[in-house]
């Protein structure tokens, strides 16, 4: 009779009898088996089709359609890096890509920054500071559209948006339209991007930081270090990793942000908050230039992936 | 005996045939069946309205149903959701359309059918003028039955606002200017509301285009015949900056932040004046309750005396019928339907004016008479933003924004270089 799945897996003498009474040991990896292929095919195959189908083919579509030159419902032209050439001398993309870093940039150090300083704050009362924490985390599961409706009420114009009635409290009349402003809507828009995505920070750095040993802390102490100083020296240094993780996943978060900019200001006001990944909209689904809209799509992925390697890369040689 | 019986039978049913064959279409379409597929994008009290002329089309041909096809991502430009369904291969026999440019881009790619057939034999001549067949012709051969349409050179005002300021509607040019400081001394602080976020602050130069250039220059604009740097658009930008100049509206900033005009104009003290479409009537009536004619009412744009006062811009709504529908006969019916008094008396309740004849206009309420009236008598252009390449309009759209933020002599002649340099490789 064949043996289990999990004794083939874990090789002769790996499974001790049960009714020895013997702790059960992990299998050891021994390289690729041929009695093994047929479950693991099945359990993986799913998971292959669904990753082909959603991902891997729109990926490969996308970059096929690129050159090519289709606008609207007219034939597609072939026009080999035609596209290419044409986004990098469109001086409205050349603005998108400093928008976008701008904007990437700006969301991810104030994101990171302030979720950061708030779990080195949480760290000291864990306890006490768990409903705030919750609060904090909400922001990030609330939909980017649902907030952006949100804080088109707050950042209006007139004097009923929130921000310009609590400003003119102290500046009597006071109104100022922060998405009208070219000078002010991309911070406006860097802020609330900002309050979304700080609960993410505050949870990782937290669990960095609640990761340290007790020992260490509790030596410092003894030693007589003052509270900002174990701050300083000991829980900032030992919550790195939980800041890397969260630059990483803020930056690709930023890099892709659509949602909030479609919501509150359209790309505008004269393009001021137009990023890569809007300029991609607009030429793919209201001019429906759908190869030149590919292009800016394949530029972004390309970015993406410059950020994303480096990161996996240093992730998985930690996980070694 | 047999045989000669057989062929009076075969002659008697020929002859019924041929009666039959050469009987009106609408005698023909009692007996039309079928799904008939809409391509139908509009919402809120645009789809409830389509939703009862479809209803009464139906309760007329009980053989048909009608299904409507709802494209993806309608919110503010339906034709990119339209294009996903058509390259999708979704087969649809009538597609609403608004945008002539777009109409083009259809043909183009063999989806529509020419209706000239349909128009000789239904005698749409009776119910559309030529001028409207025009409307829906590329290169004259007939795609579109209009069957809506709006004055886009109508100013919305609400009545109380100008009564407070002991104004009527300004019938000219300077009078209008001169009303910006009689509504500022009334309480209203911006006396023209110019929703400048996506595209309605364009709106202004068009008719102001229309009034200093006239609609055949206009014309030539939209095709690309003369420059964007042609003196005559500069003279209307200049008009639009003088108005600008006087205090007409809000802050810059303010103008670019504004999407939505209704609450804007109707449940805030800050603005009078409104220059938007039609539809602003139904929305006004139907989301806002207001009274039509009493709450808000229309004027004519003012004239400028510039011999071009007798123009309009306006915009219209069509049905193109398609090339692979599968019903044509219900798409032919259903395009007969439309500009009859059926359709028409249902679009009045709603507030929006029908071009054909049959539709009886006193149903209309007193706003849509005014621009119904105004239209009728004037030389129109369709609204210039929807005749320009997409590529073309965005630019202009935007570089227009850049105008309001400052409408000086300078920045004009950049604006306009900028758009002719887009309009360059636009077409």
Same mark, same amino acid.
């Given at each position: ?117 708030? @779990? ?9 500071? %768990? ?164 292009? @800016? ?24 | ?63 048909? =149903? ?58 749409? $001549? ?15 051969? =007939?795609?579109?039955? =209009? ?54 602050? =364009? ?8 009034? %200093? ?69 139904? @929305? ?46 219900? @798409? ?9 008094? $059926? ?85």
């Amino acid at each position: 009779m064949a043996n289990s799945v999990a004794e083939q897996a874990a090789g002769p003498g790996e499974v001790s009898s049960s009714k020895g009474g013997a702790r059960l040991r992990l299998p050891v990896t021994r390289g690729w088996r041929l009695t093994d292929a047929p479950a693991a095919w099945l359990l993986i195959t799913p998971v292959i089709v669904l990753f082909g189908i959603s991902v891997v083919y729109p990926l490969f579509d996308t970059i096929r359609i690129s050159f090519f030159d289709i606008k609207g419902l007219a034939p597609a032209k072939w026009v080999g890096l035609g596209n290419y050439v044409t986004l990098f001398g469109d001086a409205t993309f050349r603005n998108t890509l400093l928008t976008t870093l701008i904007f990437t940039v700006g969301t991810t150090v104030i994101s990171v920054s302030l979720g950061w300083a708030l @779990a080195m704050l949480c760290a000291f009362a864990p306890a006490q500071t %768990t409903p705030f924490r919750g609060m904090m985390f909400v922001t990030f599961g609330i939909s980017e559209a649902v907030s952006g409706y949100m804080w088109l009420n707050i950042l209006r114009p007139d004097k009923a948006g929130l921000l310009n009635a609590v400003i003119g409290i102290f500046v009597p009349g006071y109104a100022h339209s922060w998405l009208g402003d070219p000078n002010t809507a991309l911070w406006a828009l860097i802020f609330v991007a900002s309050w979304s995505g700080v609960g993410l920070p505050l949870m990782l750095c937290f669990a960095a930081v609640q990761s340290i040993p007790r020992t260490v802390l509790e030596a410092a102490y003894m030693d007589g270090a003052k509270p900002f100083s174990i701050m300083r020296h000991i829980m900032m240094p030992l919550s790195l990793p939980g800041v890397r993780v969260a630059v990483f996943i803020n930056l690709l978060g930023a890099l892709r942000a659509f949602d909030i900019i479609y919501v509150m200001t359209g790309g505008g006001p004269v393009r001021a908050t137009e990023t890569v990944g809007y300029f991609m909209y607009r030429e793919s689904m209201t001019q429906f230039k759908l190869g030149y809209g590919a292009a @800016a799509t394949v530029v972004l992925l390309v970015a993406v992936l410059v950020i994303s390697i480096p990161a996996i890369i240093q992730r998985t040689a930690g996980a070694k | 005996m047999f045989n000669r019986t057989m062929r009076r039978r075969t002659v008697l049913a020929g002859a019924m045939f041929a009666a039959l064959a050469s009987a009106s279409p609408m005698v023909l379409a009692q007996g039309l069946s079928g799904e008939l597929v809409i391509l139908q994008w509009q919402t809120g009290t645009d789809g409830q309205m389509w939703k009862e002329v479809e209803a009464k089309f139906t309760e007329l041909n009980p053989g048909v =149903t009608i299904r409507e096809f709802p494209p993806a991502g309608t919110q503010g430009d339906a034709r990119g959701g339209i294009r996903t369904a058509v390259l999708g291969g979704e087969v649809v026999d009538i597609i609403i359309n608004t945008w002539p440019a777009f109409r083009a881009e259809l043909v183009n790619s063999g989806i529509l059918r020419p209706v000239d057939d349909q128009w000789k034999s239904f005698g749409w $001549d009776s119910k559309l003028s030529q001028a409207w067949r025009d409307l829906g012709s590329i290169d004259g051969t =007939t795609y579109g039955v =209009t069957y809506t349409y709006g004055d886009r050179s109508a100013i919305w005002y609400k009545t109380s606002q100008l009564e407070k300021a002991g104004i009527t509607p300004p019938a000219t040019w300077d009078e209008f200017l001169a009303s910006f400081d009689k509504l500022k001394a009334a309480g209203y602080p911006a006396p023209v509301v110019i929703p400048a976020k996506y595209w309605a602050h =364009t709106e202004w130069f068009e008719t102001l285009l229309l009034r %200093t250039a006239g609609v055949d220059f206009a014309a030539e604009l939209a095709a690309h015949k003369v420059p964007w740097t042609d003196p005559k658009v500069k003279v209307a930008l200049m008009k639009y900056a003088e108005m600008l100049k006087a205090g007409c509206c809000a802050e810059p900033a303010t103008m670019l932040a504004i999407e939505q005009p209704y609450p804007t104009l109707y449940t805030s003290e800050d603005s009078s004046y409104l220059l938007f479409g039609m539809w602003t009537n139904s @929305a006004l009536k139907n989301d806002l309750g207001l009274k039509e004619g009493v709450d808000y009412s229309i004027f004519q744009f003012p004239s400028l005396g510039a011999g071009f006062d007798d123009t309009a811009s306006v915009d219209a709504k069509e049905l193109n019928l398609t090339t692979n529908g599968a019903n044509p006969a219900a @798409a032919d019916a259903f395009a007969d339907f439309i500009i009859g008094a $059926d359709a028409a008396n249902i679009m009045a309740k709603y507030g929006y004016a029908s071009p054909s004849t049959a539709a009886d206009n006193s149903l209309l309420g007193s706003v849509q008479q005014i621009a119904t009236a105004a239209v009728a008598k004037a030389k129109v252009q369709f609204v210039l933003g929807d005749l320009l390449p997409g590529d073309l309009v965005d630019e202009y759209r935007v570089q227009l924004q850049k105008f309001l933020q400052d409408p000086s002599e300078a920045t004009v002649d950049t604006v306009l270089a900028a758009i002719e340099a887009k309009a360059a490789t636009a077409y």
